[in-house]
């Protein structure tokens, strides 16, 4: 069985700060490209971020931009999105996604689909 837990979700003031992680089991991460996506009520799902898994470049939904900071961490199999000053329009649902494990990728965009998702994480923006 092939699955993604994602974790760190929470209640943070405006201006705080999060970690969410990503976190797979029966398959590895360092040679697919992740990414992560957010849903709020009542609006469609968005993209945020997504690294590749060659080169590690990155990519950002221009609301997160210069806030959030996608990273992996291929000991412990895990993807992180780090998230500054957070707004509460950054509240949402945050899901992680991987590709399959073929193909080698330089860059990624924001609407590509994935195969294999998480159950999400709640993040919570509010005073």
């Known amino acids: 069985q092939l699955h993604l837990v994602e974790s760190g979700g929470g209640l943070v003031q405006p201006g705080g700060s999060l970690r969410l992680s990503c976190a797979a089991s029966g398959f590895t991460l360092d040679n697919r490209v992740i990414g992560w996506f957010r849903q709020a009520p009542g609006k469609e799902r968005e993209g945020v971020s997504c690294?590749?898994?060659?080169?590690?470049?990155?990519n950002y939904a221009d609301s997160v931009k210069g806030r959030f900071t996608i990273s992996r961490e291929n000991a412990k199999n895990t993807v992180y999105l780090q998230m500054n000053s957070l707004k509460p329009e950054d509240t949402a649902i945050y899901y992680c996604?991987?590709?399959?494990?073929?193909?080698?990728?330089?860059?990624?965009?924001?609407?590509?689909?994935?195969?294999?998702w998480g159950q999400g994480t709640q993040v919570t923006v509010s005073s």
């Open positions: 996604a991987a590709s399959y494990g073929s193909g080698s990728y330089i860059r990624c965009a924001l609407d590509w689909s994935y195969p294999y």
């Open positions: 690294i590749t898994n060659r080169g590690g470049s990155t």
